[in-house]
């Protein structure tokens, strides 16, 4: 049986993992969406495992100080994780004065901060792979654009955006359907513009003519 070491310091890896932890825990509807903000606040301020252990001590894990001290059962070489998988080290999507576009095939990390600057930034999720069940994403729309296309599985909650003067436009649902990932928006759109909706015709119409049939909920495929 291990052994609790809550005295040992963590590090960006064991920040990571809880973090994985908690988001999954939103997924399946054990904490809210304003516990999983303080919580992952306190991730980032984390020192030891005595500061992660209380932060999941009422969910179905074991204390971190348990689960992540354990000799692992063979030596494997990992490749270090890409920008994207923590809150401290977000997948940055800048505009800068140049458009930015995501299409295609590509991976979608739990962590993003999108900044459209005076430009644009599309991001298209039709034939995304989500990596968590929660996509956390920090908008900075500035004087830009940020267009956020989702497959009908998915749902966006933008309850802690802040417009100011821009315009924020969501026209997904609120609950994703199961196994599908929520879009988690946060941060302020400024003078700018946000929108995120699902496919249009145009959109289902390009798909088509690559071979590419997205998910669909079951309602909208009747």
């Given at each position: 049986?291990s052994?609790?070491?809550?005295?040992?310091?963590?590090?960006d890896?064991?920040?990571?993992?809880?973090?994985?932890?908690?988001?999954?825990?939103?997924?399946?509807?054990?904490i809210t969406?304003?516990?999983l903000?303080?919580?992952?606040?306190?991730?980032?301020r984390?020192?030891?495992?005595?500061?992660?252990?209380?932060?999941v001590?009422?969910?179905?894990?074991e204390?971190?100080?348990?689960?992540?001290?354990?000799p692992?059962?063979?030596?494997?070489?990992?490749l270090?994780?890409?920008?994207?998988?923590?809150?401290?080290?977000?997948l940055?999507?800048?505009?800068?004065?140049?458009?930015?576009?995501?299409r295609?095939?590509?991976?979608?990390?739990?962590?993003?901060?999108?900044?459209?600057?005076?430009a644009?930034?599309?991001?298209?999720?039709?034939?995304?792979?989500?990596l968590?069940?929660?996509?956390?994403?920090?908008?900075?729309?500035?004087m830009?654009?940020?267009?956020?296309?989702?497959?009908?599985?998915?749902?966006?909650?933008a309850?802690?955006l802040?417009?100011?003067?821009?315009v924020?436009?969501?026209?997904?649902?609120?609950?994703?359907?199961p196994a599908?990932?929520?879009?988690?928006l946060?941060?302020?759109?400024?003078?700018?513009?946000?929108?995120?909706?699902y496919?249009?015709?145009?959109?289902?119409?390009?798909?088509?003519k690559?071979?590419?049939?997205?998910?669909r909920?079951?309602?909208?495929?009747?």
């Amino acid at each position: 049986m291990s052994q609790s070491r809550p005295e040992l310091r963590i590090g960006d890896r064991e920040r990571d993992q809880v973090a994985a932890v908690l988001q999954q825990a939103l997924a399946e509807g054990r904490i809210t969406l304003d516990e999983l903000d303080v919580r992952l606040d306190a991730v980032l301020r984390a020192r030891t495992f005595a500061d992660l252990d209380p932060l999941v001590v009422d969910l179905p894990v074991e204390p971190p100080s348990v689960a992540l001290t354990r000799p692992p059962a063979r030596v494997q070489r990992r490749l270090p994780a890409g920008p994207g998988h923590s809150p401290g080290d977000r997948l940055l999507l800048n505009a800068g004065w140049s458009n930015v576009t995501r299409r295609g095939r590509w991976e979608v990390p739990p962590f993003l901060r999108v900044d459209a600057g005076m430009a644009t930034v599309n991001l298209n999720c039709l034939q995304a792979v989500p990596l968590g069940p929660v996509i956390d994403v920090e908008v900075a729309a500035s004087m830009g654009t940020v267009r956020i296309v989702l497959p009908d599985t998915w749902a966006a909650n933008a309850d802690r955006l802040g417009s100011s003067w821009g315009v924020a436009r969501i026209k997904v649902g609120s609950v994703p359907a199961p196994a599908a990932p929520l879009v988690l928006l946060h941060g302020s759109v400024g003078w700018g513009w946000l929108t995120v909706r699902y496919a249009n015709r145009f959109d289902r119409r390009r798909l088509e003519k690559q071979g590419v049939a997205g998910p669909r909920r079951p309602e909208l495929g009747r």
